[in-house]
């Protein structure tokens, strides 16, 4: 994690409570590679990808 674990900040927990919704599902497909979470990379293209198909 980029974010040391332990730690508390208010600004986390929003992100997080926006966040897990949309990258949740992604977790359970998408595997981890070398222990690096790639969920967020896809969600980021699946939303750049969606935008486009709506213009």
């Known amino acids: 994690s ?3 674990p ?3 900040s208010p600004l986390q927990s929003v992100l ?3 966040c897990e ?3 949740r599902p992604l ?3 998408i ?3 070398a222990g ?3 969920s967020p990379l896809w969600a980021g293209i699946a939303i750049q990808a969606i ?3 709506l213009h």
Do not use: E, F, M, N
Request: proline letters at 8%; glycine letters at 8%; zero cysteines.
């Open 21 to 23: 919704p949309v990258l």
């Open 31 to 33: 595997p981890a590679v």
């Open 27 to 29: 977790r359970r497909l």
């Open 36 to 38: 690096l979470d790639l």
């Open 6 to 8: 332990g730690g508390y």
């Open 2 to 4: 980029l974010i040391a």
């Open 51 to 53: 935008l486009i198909l």
């Open 16 to 18: 997080a409570t926006l």
